[in-house]
């Protein structure tokens, strides 16, 4: 196999053409978003968020069929009621926001396993539940290519709100930011994202483009902005070499995705010069302080 | 240089937390240029009343004066330090960039660091002592360090007021000669700084007025007068005696 068969041939047909721009888009998005879930420490909460979004998926399924519009919106409801339900619990009772988002996400996703098991086709669900970059349709592009739309305008606009809300809330809060404003719009970007991603990743596995870009751009970059481009560049290639990998292998794109990204992680984990473990191992264990 | 004029103004405030009075008809004036304590025990309301000062704590009545302005359109003039074990020092940000966020609020959402920021940034990080580690991230320094580096955010913010939540938590004895030390500064150069305090012998060297809270007002002017053992029983005991003295009952 040459590496013109290899690189450019598959985009000979429509629908990788379709596949490839889509996953650049959420690339773009996931890994912008990614960077502040690692930083705010939420990457286990996104696990949770996009579990909970089967059951809306499931539903929208049984209801209206496999139209992109209905299971969009089946999908951001059910994220959007976990989100927000697990912040309002919180905030009323004495259960901690950790708690409740367990619960809320458990149950969904228990409604959804049980909603899937009275679904009359397993097949085409499986797509949704692990990915199938065949299935971006005309409607999959313009649904990715709004959502990153909203998330770019979303950093560049907000950037100082985000920066500080991530590094400093008290501080951004003192200085006259709306803290709640700006958590509440950035779960509601993660639901959005989450669901725009399900299609090419697979509800399952779309976390794994948002988180596995930051954490390895944050073992890199001592610069808030630096670990935003390079996350964002991480994710863009990452998901064109998983989704090429996905074509020529046969295997689920979703999983080809994690697997490529999942070794950018192994190699910065082991790599880093500052942060790495071999780096680490050579000092002797010490977690690198001061000189 | 410290004046008679008044700088910061409380006019029977009240806040609260649901039901609950956080501050109680609480009336006090801060003189300009002046360092002021703001002590009590726990749940006193030293927090909500900086809170208060800046906005952040909706008032239930009363009113706060910054000068002779209400204290949301004096915001530009207030300089706030939070209480530092909040931040997570993995952080991918430089000295510097920490620096920068003072100059945020004035520059909203859109407007572009100009020369005069760039400048005000510069001029902090050179008054703090930490000019030379501007490019470093932020675990990469000591414990003084990294408290320099948020007092030099505040200074970067350009205000003349400058607001610190419990500043000497967690700090060692280095830690606490370093930052008393730039506090009288700060006063020498006509400063006003107000400052939530736990520890009363810290008060009582390092800061000429203070401010005595129980829910409500038990105290307010000279440091001395204010930390008089009538008024420190008042505010801590209640009249109570942990060693099961006169009163010979410890009431929960």
Same mark, same amino acid.
């Given at each position: 196999?040459?590496? =013109?068969?290899?690189?450019?041939?598959? /985009?000979?047909?429509?629908?990788?053409?379709?596949?490839?721009? +889509?996953?650049?888009?959420?690339?773009?998005?996931?890994?912008?978003?990614? $960077?502040?879930?690692?930083?705010?420490?939420?990457?286990?909460?996104?696990?949770?968020?996009? =579990?909970?979004?089967?059951?809306?998926?499931?539903? +929208?399924?049984?209801?209206?069929?496999?139209?992109?519009?209905?299971?969009?919106?089946?999908?951001?409801?059910?994220?959007?009621?976990?989100?927000?339900?697990?912040?309002?619990?919180?905030?009323?009772?004495?259960?901690?926001?950790?708690?409740?988002?367990?619960?809320?996400?458990?149950?969904?996703?228990?409604?959804?396993?049980?909603?899937?098991?009275?679904?009359?086709?397993?097949?085409?669900?499986?797509?949704?539940?692990?990915?199938?970059?065949?299935?971006?349709?005309?409607?999959?592009?313009?649904?990715?290519?709004?959502? $990153?739309?909203?998330?770019?305008?979303?950093?560049?606009?907000?950037?100082?709100?985000?920066?500080?809300?991530?590094?400093?809330?008290? /501080?951004?809060?003192?200085? *006259?930011?709306?803290?709640?404003?700006?958590?509440? +719009?950035?779960?509601?970007?993660?639901?959005?994202?989450?669901?725009?991603?399900?299609?090419?990743?697979?509800?399952?596995?779309?976390?794994?483009?948002?988180?596995?870009?930051?954490?390895? +751009?944050?073992?890199?970059?001592?610069?808030?902005?630096?670990?935003?481009?390079?996350?964002?560049?991480?994710?863009?290639? *990452?998901?064109?070499?998983?989704?090429?990998?996905?074509? =020529?292998?046969?295997?689920?794109?979703?999983?080809?995705?994690?697997? $490529?990204?999942?070794?950018?992680?192994?190699?910065?984990?082991?790599?880093?010069?500052?942060?790495?473990?071999?780096?680490?191992?050579?000092?002797?264990?010490?977690?690198?302080?001061?000189? | 240089?410290?004046?008679?004029?008044?700088?910061?103004?409380?006019?029977?405030?009240?806040?609260?937390?649901?039901?609950?009075?956080?501050?109680?008809?609480?009336?006090?004036?801060?003189?300009?240029?002046?360092?002021?304590?703001?002590?009590?025990?726990?749940?006193?309301?030293?927090?909500?009343?900086?809170?208060?000062?800046?906005?952040?704590?909706?008032?239930?009545?009363?009113?706060?004066?910054?000068?002779?302005?209400?204290?949301?359109?004096?915001?530009?003039?207030?300089?706030?330090?939070?209480?530092?074990?909040?931040?997570?020092?993995?952080?991918?940000?430089?000295?510097?960039?920490?620096?920068?966020?003072?100059?945020?609020?004035?520059?909203?959402?859109?407007?572009?660091?100009?020369?005069?920021?760039?400048?005000?940034?510069?001029?902090?990080?050179?008054?703090?002592?930490?000019?030379?580690?501007?490019?470093?991230?932020?675990?990469?320094?000591?414990?003084?360090?990294?408290?320099?580096?948020?007092?030099?955010?505040?200074?970067?913010?350009?205000?003349?007021?400058?607001?610190?939540?419990?500043?000497?938590?967690?700090?060692?004895?280095?830690?606490?000669?370093?930052?008393?030390?730039?506090?009288?500064?700060?006063?020498?150069?006509?400063?006003?700084?107000?400052?939530?305090?736990?520890?009363?012998?810290?008060?009582?060297?390092?800061?000429?007025?203070?401010?005595?809270?129980?829910?409500?007002?038990?105290?307010?002017?000279?440091?001395?007068?204010?930390?008089?053992?009538?008024?420190?029983?008042?505010?801590?005991?209640?009249?109570?005696?942990?060693?099961?003295?006169?009163?010979?009952?410890?009431?929960?």
């Amino acid at each position: 196999m040459s590496l =013109h068969d290899l690189l450019v041939a598959p /985009f000979a047909y429509e629908f990788m053409r379709r596949g490839l721009l +889509a996953a650049a888009l959420l690339g773009v998005s996931g890994g912008l978003l990614g $960077c502040v879930l690692v930083l705010r420490r939420l990457a286990l909460m996104g696990d949770a968020l996009s =579990h909970s979004l089967l059951p809306g998926i499931a539903a +929208a399924w049984l209801l209206f069929g496999t139209s992109t519009t209905a299971l969009f919106f089946g999908g951001l409801v059910a994220g959007l009621l976990t989100a927000l339900g697990s912040a309002l619990l919180s905030r009323l009772t004495r259960v901690k926001e950790d708690a409740a988002f367990g619960s809320l996400f458990i149950v969904f996703f228990g409604a959804g396993v049980a909603l899937i098991s009275k679904l009359p086709t397993r097949i085409s669900l499986a797509d949704f539940l692990f990915g199938n970059v065949l299935g971006v349709g005309p409607d999959g592009l313009l649904l990715a290519a709004v959502v $990153c739309a909203v998330t770019v305008a979303a950093f560049v606009i907000f950037f100082r709100s985000i920066l500080l809300e991530t590094f400093d809330p008290v /501080f951004h809060r003192a200085t *006259g930011g709306r803290g709640g404003l700006v958590h509440m +719009a950035f779960l509601t970007l993660t639901v959005l994202n989450l669901v725009a991603a399900m299609q090419t990743m697979g509800v399952v596995l779309s976390l794994g483009l948002f988180l596995l870009p930051a954490v390895s +751009a944050y073992l890199w970059c001592d610069r808030f902005r630096s670990m935003l481009v390079l996350s964002v560049v991480l994710a863009v290639a *990452g998901s064109w070499v998983g989704i090429l990998l996905s074509f =020529h292998a046969g295997l689920a794109s979703g999983a080809a995705v994690v697997l $490529c990204l999942g070794a950018v992680f192994l190699a910065s984990v082991l790599l880093s010069p500052k942060y790495g473990a071999l780096a680490a191992l050579r000092r002797g264990h010490r977690p690198r302080r001061f000189t | 240089m410290p004046s008679d004029q008044t700088i910061l103004q409380f006019r029977g405030v009240t806040v609260r937390y649901g039901r609950r009075d956080a501050l109680r008809d609480v009336s006090f004036a801060i003189p300009c240029g002046e360092s002021t304590a703001i002590l009590g025990p726990n749940g006193a309301g030293k927090s909500t009343l900086l809170r208060a000062v800046l906005g952040w704590q909706p008032i239930a009545a009363g009113e706060i004066l910054v000068g002779d302005a209400h204290a949301h359109h004096a915001r530009p003039r207030l300089a706030y330090v939070p209480q530092r074990h909040a931040v997570d020092w993995d952080f991918p940000i430089t000295v510097r960039g920490v620096v920068e966020q003072g100059r945020y609020p004035s520059l909203g959402l859109f407007r572009r660091r100009g020369p005069a920021d760039r400048a005000l940034v510069q001029a902090a990080l050179e008054e703090l002592g930490i000019a030379d580690l501007a490019a470093r991230q932020i675990r990469m320094l000591s414990g003084g360090q990294q408290q320099r580096v948020f007092l030099a955010r505040a200074v970067a913010q350009g205000g003349d007021i400058f607001l610190l939540d419990e500043p000497f938590a967690g700090l060692d004895l280095f830690g606490t000669e370093e930052l008393t030390h730039i506090l009288a500064n700060w006063k020498a150069q006509g400063r006003t700084v107000v400052a939530a305090v736990h520890d009363l012998a810290l008060a009582r060297s390092g800061f000429g007025q203070g401010v005595l809270l129980d829910t409500g007002l038990v105290a307010a002017g000279p440091i001395a007068e204010v930390l008089s053992e009538a008024n420190v029983d008042r505010a801590y005991r209640q009249g109570r005696c942990v060693h099961g003295g006169a009163a010979g009952e410890v009431r929960p």
